[in-house]
């Protein structure tokens, strides 16, 4: 009998930026709001089980929806109680994505106004291909 094995590619469809802040999270959406005019409002709680340490994590999340580009922004948080979300990315506080089509100009546009308000200490590109599919498999939902 034949074997056929499936592989699945990463769907990788989304910009990943790291922010560092000493803010809480409610605090930067509302400073990001109010710098860029954004919505961000809080969804559910990315869920994270720990098997090894017996941890249940839980990484708040907002996000704000531009309908007419089908694009979804999200800020994250990466850091709960010494665990990080991307492991790769312990020095970022929050994880700002980017799902959808998006143009790299406006990737570079956003990360200049990132960079601008008060209180955001650092703004960083992440690059997809250095994260582990075991962190990328965090950030599906």
């Not at 506080?93 to 209180?119: H, R, T, V, W």
Request: charged share 30%.
């Amino acid at each position: 009998m034949k074997r056929f094995t499936l592989q699945l590619e990463d769907d990788d469809d989304y910009v990943l930026v790291g922010i560092s802040s000493n803010e809480k999270d409610y605090r930067l959406c509302w400073l990001i709001n109010q710098s860029l005019g954004l919505n961000f409002v809080r969804i559910e709680d990315i869920e994270i089980i720990q098997k090894r340490k017996n941890l249940k994590l839980f990484y708040s999340v907002y996000q704000h929806v531009v309908e007419e580009d089908l694009v979804n922004l999200y800020i994250i948080s990466n850091n709960r109680l010494n665990e990080s979300l991307v492991t790769e990315c312990k020095h970022a506080d929050y994880l700002f994505m980017i799902k959808g089509p998006f143009q790299a100009e406006s990737k570079d546009e956003l990360i200049s106004k990132l960079k601008l308000i008060k209180n955001i200490m650092l703004v960083f590109e992440i690059e997809l291909d250095e994260i582990s599919s075991f962190s990328k498999k965090n950030l599906l939902f």
